[in-house]
């Protein structure tokens, strides 16, 4: 009787703790009702279906947000400089950055010449962009500027005296660089250095002394057509042709400078001087008319 009694109460029990654990169940998530949801917004929003805004990202160029700064009106000056000036006024954007850059100096040499200690310089100031002592080429406007003196009634006046320099190159190896015309075409003297020897007999041309490294100058314009050592007794040679008529050659160079096919412009260095093929530094010079050695002597001032 008794295990019959505890056998009801122990299912008794079990019941009452499963309903309790059916009354305690989670309810089902609610769901959204159908049309109140963009398709293509969701599925390309994995952030739900309001769009996306990310936070300010910080930005150590412009501060702490990703947004580009007010600008300050300031625009570098980068214009064309004649670039063998010696002078440079100051203009508006001018630093000592970009106008070291134009003139193709060092900023430290653009401070030294004009006793500046850092990088401040004004409006109308000019600035010397040569160092002292520096020659203008020949043909081109010098300016130069005078010491700054000051007046009677407590003003400043600074001279500026544009003069115009012809000046000879001296490391032009030409000692007599006049051209002369001849049957169309302007010549000049191919090197400096006296004549070792004269057209005629067994010289096809003329042999010009100088010395090792001396530089060798195309007599005309024309077009390389060969550049090399193939020639027995040429040594190290150039040819130019200058129109279907004429041509010159170059022998016994150190160093050829210049490639095949390459337009070369008259008085543009075009070797050096040497002794290849030859017992001493010389240019051995060839001038020919349709393939005949002609005498350069006539068409060059010697």
């Given at each position: 009787?008794?295990?019959?009694?505890?056998?009801?109460?122990?299912?008794?029990?079990?019941?009452?703790?499963?309903?309790?654990?059916?009354?305690?169940?989670?309810?089902?998530?609610?769901?959204?009702?159908?049309?109140?949801?963009?398709?293509?917004?969701?599925?390309?929003?994995?952030?739900?279906?309001?769009?996306?805004?990310?936070?300010?990202?910080?930005?150590?160029?412009?501060?702490?947000?990703?947004?580009?700064?007010?600008?300050?009106?300031?625009?570098?000056?980068?214009?064309?400089?004649?670039?063998?000036?010696?002078?440079?006024?100051?203009?508006?954007?001018?630093?000592?950055?970009?106008?070291?850059?134009?003139?193709?100096?060092?900023?430290?040499?653009?401070?030294?010449?004009?006793?500046?200690?850092?990088?401040?310089?004004?409006?109308?100031?000019?600035?010397?962009?040569?160092?002292?002592?520096?020659?203008?080429s020949s043909g081109s406007n010098a300016t130069t500027v005078?010491?700054?003196?000051?007046?009677?009634?407590?003003?400043?006046?600074?001279?500026?005296?544009?003069?115009?320099?012809?000046?000879?190159?001296?490391?032009?190896?030409?000692?007599?660089?006049?051209?002369?015309?001849?049957?169309?075409?302007?010549?000049?003297?191919?090197?400096?250095?006296?004549?070792?020897?004269?057209f005629g007999g067994s010289s096809k041309g003329i042999d010009?002394?100088?010395?090792?490294?001396?530089?060798?100058?195309?007599?005309?314009?024309?077009?390389?057509?060969?550049?090399?050592?193939?020639?027995?007794?040429?040594?190290?040679l150039i040819i130019i042709q200058h129109n279907q008529t004429?041509?010159?050659?170059?022998?016994?160079?150190?160093?050829?400078?210049?490639?095949?096919?390459?337009?070369?412009?008259?008085?543009?260095?075009?070797?050096?001087?040497?002794?290849?093929?030859?017992?001493?530094?010389?240019?051995?010079?060839?001038?020919?008319?349709?393939?005949?050695?002609?005498?350069?002597?006539?068409?060059?001032?010697?």
């Amino acid at each position: 009787m008794l295990k019959k009694t505890a056998i009801r109460s122990g299912c008794c029990l079990l019941a009452l703790a499963l309903a309790a654990c059916s009354g305690l169940k989670q309810p089902a998530a609610p769901t959204e009702v159908a049309g109140n949801t963009n398709d293509s917004t969701s599925a390309d929003n994995p952030y739900g279906s309001a769009p996306y805004s990310p936070p300010p990202v910080a930005n150590t160029d412009y501060g702490t947000t990703n947004t580009a700064p007010a600008s300050t009106g300031y625009v570098p000056n980068y214009s064309p400089v004649d670039i063998k000036a010696i002078n440079h006024t100051v203009q508006q954007g001018d630093t000592i950055y970009n106008i070291s850059k134009r003139y193709q100096i060092t900023q430290d040499n653009l401070r030294s010449w004009n006793n500046l200690e850092g990088d401040s310089i004004r409006l109308g100031q000019v600035l010397r962009v040569k160092p002292a002592g520096y020659i203008a080429s020949s043909g081109s406007n010098a300016t130069t500027v005078a010491p700054t003196t000051s007046l009677s009634n407590g003003t400043t006046k600074t001279t500026v005296t544009t003069t115009t320099t012809t000046t000879t190159n001296t490391n032009s190896p030409a000692a007599k660089p006049t051209v002369r015309n001849n049957s169309g075409i302007d010549w000049l003297r191919p090197t400096a250095g006296k004549v070792l020897q004269s057209f005629g007999g067994s010289s096809k041309g003329i042999d010009f002394g100088g010395k090792m490294g001396q530089p060798v100058l195309a007599a005309a314009a024309g077009k390389v057509v060969y550049a090399g050592n193939g020639l027995r007794g040429y040594g190290n040679l150039i040819i130019i042709q200058h129109n279907q008529t004429y041509l010159t050659a170059y022998g016994n160079n150190q160093t050829i400078m210049v490639k095949e096919g390459q337009q070369i412009k008259r008085g543009q260095q075009i070797a050096t001087m040497g002794n290849t093929d030859a017992k001493r530094p010389q240019l051995h010079f060839e001038l020919r008319e349709n393939g005949r050695p002609q005498d350069p002597a006539k068409y060059l001032h010697l």
